[in-house]
Every structure is written in structure tokens, then in C-alpha cells.
């Protein structure tokens, strides 16, 4: 199977929202949600995909000639690629019913942790989506981070026992589903988190934790206050708010508060071994892809990973010999260039 293969077979079977298109930029999904779009007016996917093409690779040949090492060091932990797969969550309704998300979820973990690699899962009103990841995370040597909505505090620890009692590789939460209808209507109320109450749920969990959701240095600064050990650049593909910028946009000032006190991982729009590069230069550490995984499993299943991953490591490597970078260290921010 090739990946156009995988795009097709996906077509057959994703639903009517997705078009499984040869680049998922975003545009002929717009707004739509229910479907893999962005909250109205439906630009974010788009903006997120735009604006790492305005960033460009500065090539750099005269240098030795190896083969690049993009292998990753995360919570002591090394990792075949700073590749990792973004948590997707309420699957039949945005993408029909051929998996649900405990059937998506399995497939994910065990392909993702055989490449080397780590799958973020989602959570959803429904507990027993959490609890299967946890499990399937466990038959993967713990590798997997389950990633829990910001619940309302009891709720929150209830969910971080489960995960304690199968020592899962790391946990994180999306502090910005804070708006969620199902979170507001909770009692005692769910939503957004103070530093303090954050403080106490890193606390709680036996693993290093993921903020997911930081789109600012500021916010960035009160995830390490917290205690994160790691922070997802993300503006959740549009769908938790619209008029908000490109992570490509916020990712350079966000680097430049936190860098090197917290793993930083970035998501959105990333779609190709150059969007991985270009992340990385502006100060990333690692990245998170969401919609082309889910279409290469819709479409090819753990094989459809596979070649998915193979595809996207393989033009990361061939960026970084051609801009003159050995490791994934060497991917500075001199290697790209941008207009402003
Ligand atoms: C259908 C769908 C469901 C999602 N569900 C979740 C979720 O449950 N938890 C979460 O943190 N992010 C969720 N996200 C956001 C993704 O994790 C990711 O941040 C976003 O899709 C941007 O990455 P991408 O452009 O590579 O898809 C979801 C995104 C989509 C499209």
C-alpha cells in the first residue's frame, strides 16, 4: 500500500465530513464540525497550515555527510522520532462509524508505541474511553499518554487514579476544552484552572504531566509554575475557539519564555517532514500530528500508520541533510528563514 492508496481506501470509509484530501490543510472541511473542521468562521485548520509554509528551510550542503539522527529524548525516555499522535476523541461523530474511539484508540497505541513513538489518547463523557487507552497502553509497555479533560477537581482525580494504577509513560490534560458545554454544566462546575489547582492536580499524578492548550508565553509560564514537565502549543485545531492565531505564529515568543525549562511540543497544521523541521527552528521540541494519522488508520489501519510515519520521517530526514543537520539539536533557529 502506498499513501495515496491509504487516501483512497480512507475516502471509502471516513465519513461524509472528511474528504481525506492529498493535503489536510483545512480548507474543504472549513467549519465543519460535526467533522474534522474548525469552530465557525472555520479559518483556524487553514491559518495553522498556512503559516508553516511561510516559514522556509535555509539549505546548507557543506557539511560531513551522515545519515541524520532525529532520534528523541523525552522524560528519559528516547523516542524513534520527536513525532508523536495528537489525541482524537468523539470519533463516530465527526468521522461515521467505522471505529469508535476505544477501536481507534487500540489501533493508535500499539502501532505508535511498535514505531517507537507515543500516542496521546482522548477523553469523553463517556469514562470507559480513558480507561480502555489506559489499558491498551498497558499491554504497550505503559507507552501512551492518556489525556484527561479539565473536569472539575474531583473528577480530575478520580480519572489521574486510574492512570497512577497502570503507570502510564505521562498523562496531560487539554486545558482548553475549559469552554466545553458538558464541562460547564458539571457539578461542582468544570473549566478553566487556576496555577494553584493545576499545581495540585501535577501533583496528584505519578507521571510527568502535559499541558496541552498553551497558546501564550504567559500561559506558558504559569504550566511551569505549575509543574509541567512538558506543554502542547496548541490552539486545538480551531475547534474550542475561533479568531485565534496559528501556532506556527505563537510558537517563537512561547520558546522564548519557557525553553528549556519544559519540553516543548507543538501541534496543528503539521503535515509533512518540513513542517517538522520548521517547528523544531522556531523552538519546538517535539510535535503532535491529529487529522492525517486518523486518515491513514481510517484508510490502512496500523500498516496505514506505518507508511504514514515512514513518509513523514523520511522527509525530515532528507530536510535536515539538506540544510546541514545532524541531529535534531542542530535544527536551529538559523536554519529557516521567514519575512518578518
Ligand atoms: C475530531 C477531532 C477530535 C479531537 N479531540 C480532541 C480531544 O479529545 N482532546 C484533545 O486534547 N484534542 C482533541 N483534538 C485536537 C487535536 O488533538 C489537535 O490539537 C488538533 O487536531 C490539531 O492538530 P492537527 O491539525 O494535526 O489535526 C481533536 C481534533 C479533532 C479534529
Known amino acids: 500500500m502506498d499513501y495515496n492508496e491509504i487516501l483512497a481506501a480512507a475516502r471509502e470509509c471516513i465519513g461524509p465530513y472528511c474528504k481525506a484530501c492529498p493535503v489536510c490543510n483545512g480548507r474543504a472541511c472549513g467549519n465543519a464540525m460535526p467533522g474534522p473542521g474548525s469552530k465557525v468562521p472555520g479559518n483556524v485548520a487553514a491559518r495553522n497550515y498556512d503559516k508553516w509554509q511561510e516559514v522556509f ?9 551522515v545519515d541524520p539522527d532525529i532520534s528523541f529524548e523525552m522524560f528519559g525516555h528516547s523516542f524513534s522520532a520527536p513525532i508523536f499522535a495528537a489525541p482524537l476523541g468523539a470519533l463516530p461523530m465527526h468521522y461515521g462509524n467505522k471505529y469508535n474511539d476505544q477501536q481507534y484508540n487500540a489501533i493508535l497505541i500499539k502501532a505508535a508505541a511498535e514505531y517507537g513513538v507515543m500516542a496521546l489518547t482522548g477523553d ?7 480507561k480502555a487507552s489506559v489499558v491498551d497502553m498497558g499491554k504497550a509497555g505503559g507507552m501512551g499518554c492518556p489525556t484527561i479533560k479539565p473536569w472539575n477537581k474531583e473528577f480530575v482525580f478520580e480519572k489521574l487514579d486510574v492512570v497512577n494504577a497502570s503507570k502510564t509513560f505521562a498523562v496531560a490534560m487539554d486545558v482548553d476544552g475549559a469552554g466545553l458545554p458538558f464541562l460547564k454544566a458539571m457539578n461542582p462546575n468544570a473549566g478553566s484552572k487556576s496555577v494553584d489547582e493545576m499545581r495540585e492536580i501535577i501533583d496528584h499524578a505519578d507521571m510527568p504531566f502535559i499541558i496541552k492548550g498553551i497558546m501564550t508565553p504567559a500561559g506558558a ?14 490552539n486545538h485545531g480551531g475547534r ?23 519540553t516543548i511540543i507543538v501541534d496543528g497544521g503539521i503535515r509533512s517532514g518540513v513542517d517538522v523541521f520548521r517547528a523544531i527552528a522556531l523552538g519546538a521540541d517535539a510535535v503532535l500530528i491529529g487529522r492525517p494519522i486518523l486518515t491513514a488508520i481510517y484508510g490502512g489501519g496500523a500498516e496505514g500508520f506505518k507508511i504514514y510515519m515512514d513518509k513523514i520521517v523520511g522527509e525530515l530526514k532528507s530536510t535536515m541533510t539538506m540544510c546541514g543537520a545532524a541531529t535534531l539539536k542542530d535544527i536551529t533557529r538559523d536554519k529557516v528563514w521567514t519575512e518578518k
Open 57 to 65: 528551510v535555509n539549505m546548507d550542503t557543506l557539511c560531513p555527510n
Open 221 to 234: 509560564l504559569k504550566a511551569v509554575e505549575a509543574g509541567a514537565s512538558a506543554i502542547v502549543v496548541s
Open 240 to 262: 474550542v475557539q475561533g479568531g485565534v492565531p496559528s501556532t506556527a505564529e505563537v510558537l517563537p515568543a512561547i520558546a522564548a519564555a519557557v525553553k528549556g525549562r519544559v
Open 124 to 130: 469523553g463523557v463517556d469514562p470507559e474511553i480513558m
